[in-house]
């Protein structure tokens, strides 16, 4: 564990272990404490400690161990607040294969297997997932299973109205869902306890020798003579000089891009080979999630086991489970799951498109301690409505949703709203995973190899270069922007 004093602007000194305040006084430094100083210099300095940038520094370590190109000493990591403040702290932790692009679904498959390379250290439940859908996307899903069968990702396909019924009250009984037409259900895949992977993943890197510092932002890049590579963090609590940098800022990385001097808006070939000009290279979605405090037990499955995390897209019109009222007839979608670490049936809708430009969106406070992005009663209206469509057993609860605990998040996307994983000014890795990251643990692992030398096939279809060579993945009948 990383040990420092952080001095307030009052001049009190506190010591940290990682993220844990230990003490408001340095006397226990005299008690055998090693404490780590900000280090004027590193080979590889990582920005974010959330799961991108973990998981490079753990496998980054592995790696230059393995090469014999040096160890986890020659990381570290920096993180503005502390591990899992962002994002992968507040994600819902869905693991899943289900998407559209076949290069999704290989980095998906990958990570999966990273996911289940150590399910107790990243508190990963490989409960299996279950995609569950209206007609209009019974044709686009079909091609998923043929494609996970080829890749060799297990999965069942049902397809007809009435099959799926029968098959969705084979799990469970009180299955009510209207307008489905087909099931697609992972075996793998599942879900992981947020803040708890996030902790399994520091300590396998610290345990590596990566050092990992919080409370130091990086406020600005030192650039070589020629302005191309970046030679330095500026961070408030000094310079730090750096061989290559990993940006895994999530929400943040339209500030990170900014002081990167990258470009804010990008040319976009399409699929008629026309080149949109000034397409702006970031936008916020607000991410509505909540749980229904109720026992999870309550939704085992026939018998008795715990069920995959269910996701059902439908056109059926959605009724208030209240009043009685129509809520929406238009293509609506939720996902939900027991989850013992949030207490209840955790899950979430739609997320809505943030109109406000990029640079004024109030990205801090984040997550739950945000004034403006965080979920409201419309939101629990819909989604405990939503529930109550799906299955019997939640009609009423209503009234146990937690609405004393504040959920929902921001996620910065890109232009066609996947990823981009690419190296600029030739040693910063840029890792943006447009919101669809939690569930991609494998990452790091790619990137890792990627600076030690070795180019991933998996990356590949997630440069920087492929909106103004127009190879652009295919978009999705989902109603989610990142399906
Ligand atoms: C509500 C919600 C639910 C989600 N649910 C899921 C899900 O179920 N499954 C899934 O796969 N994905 C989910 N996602 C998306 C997923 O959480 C993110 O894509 C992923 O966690 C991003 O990881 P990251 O490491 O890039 O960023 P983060 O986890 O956000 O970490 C970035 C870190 O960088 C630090 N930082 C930022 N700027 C600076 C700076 N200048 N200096 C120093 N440090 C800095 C921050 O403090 C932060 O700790 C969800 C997202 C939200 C918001």
């Known amino acids: 564990m990383a040990y420092y004093v952080a001095t307030s602007g009052t001049g009190v000194k506190t010591l940290w272990c990682s993220t844990v305040k230990i003490a408001r006084s340095p006397c226990c430094i005299e008690e055998g404490f090693e404490l780590?100083?900000?280090?004027?210099?590193?080979?590889?300095?990582?920005?974010?400690?959330?799961?991108?940038?973990l998981s490079t520094a753990y496998h980054l370590a592995l790696r230059l161990k393995e090469t014999g190109r040096g160890s986890g000493k020659d990381i570290l990591v920096i993180d503005k607040t502390s591990i899992a403040a962002g994002a992968s702290g507040i994600a819902c932790g869905v693991v899943r294969n289900n998407y559209y692009q076949p290069a999704m679904r290989e980095l998906m498959a990958h990570s999966v297997a990273v996911w289940e390379s150590d399910p107790k250290a990243y508190s990963y439940h490989p409960v299996g997932y279950m995609q569950i859908s209206p007609e209009v996307m019974r044709a686009q899903v079909a091609t998923i299973y043929e494609q996970q069968k080829a890749i060799g990702y297990e999965s069942v396909?049902?397809?007809g109205a009435s099959d799926s019924q029968a098959y969705m009250e084979g799990l469970f009984s009180d299955w009510q869902a209207k307008g489905i037409t087909s099931v697609l259900h992972e075996k793998r895949g599942g879900y992981a306890n947020n803040t708890a992977s996030m902790y399994g993943l520091a300590t396998k890197a610290e345990a590596e020798g990566v050092r990992i510092m919080t409370g130091i932002e990086v406020s600005g890049f030192e650039f070589a003579s020629d302005g191309q590579a970046v030679t330095a963090l500026i961070t408030g609590k000094g310079r730090i000089a750096c061989d290559y940098v990993v940006a895994g800022a999530g929400p943040w990385v339209a500030k990170i891009w900014k002081m990167l001097d990258l470009p804010a808006t990008v040319a976009i070939k399409d699929g008629d080979g026309r080149m949109h000009t000034?397409?702006?290279?970031w936008?916020?979605?607000c991410l509505e999630e909540g749980t229904l405090g109720v026992d999870p037990n309550m939704h085992k499955t026939n018998d008795g086991q715990m069920p995959p995390v269910i996701h059902v897209d439908t056109d059926a019109p959605l009724y208030s489970d209240v009043d009685g009222t129509l809520i929406t007839d238009k293509l609506w979608g939720l996902y939900y799951k027991p989850d013992f670490n949030f207490g209840g049936i955790q899950g979430g809708s739609s997320p809505y498109k943030v109109e406000t430009p990029v640079d004024e969106v109030?990205?801090?406070?984040?997550?739950p301690d945000s004034p403006d992005f965080i979920v409201g009663d419309?939101?629990?209206?819909?989604?405990?409505?939503?529930l109550a469509h799906c299955q019997k057993r939640f009609e009423g609860k209503i009234g146990q949703y937690k609405s004393h605990e504040k959920s929902g998040g921001l996620g910065c996307f890109?232009?066609?709203?996947?990823?981009?994983?690419d190296q600029f000014r030739g040693n910063v890795f840029v890792i943006a995973d447009s919101n669809h990251g939690y569930k991609m643990i494998g990452v790091g692992k790619l990137v890792a190899e990627e600076i030690t030398g070795r180019k991933s096939r998996l990356l590949e279809p997630f440069r920087f270069s492929r909106y103004a060579a127009g190879k652009l993945h295919p978009v999705s009948n989902s109603p989610f922007p990142w399906s």
């Open 414 to 421: 890109t232009p066609d709203n996947f990823p981009v994983f």
């Open 157 to 159: 396909f049902i397809e």
């Open 36 to 53: 780590m100083a900000v280090p004027a210099g590193v080979k590889y300095a990582i920005i974010g400690a959330g799961i991108h940038g």
């Open 283 to 285: 936008k916020y979605w």
């Open 278 to 281: 000034g397409v702006p290279m």
């Open 362 to 367: 109030a990205l801090d406070p984040y997550g």
């Open 378 to 386: 419309d939101f629990i209206h819909t989604w405990c409505s939503m």
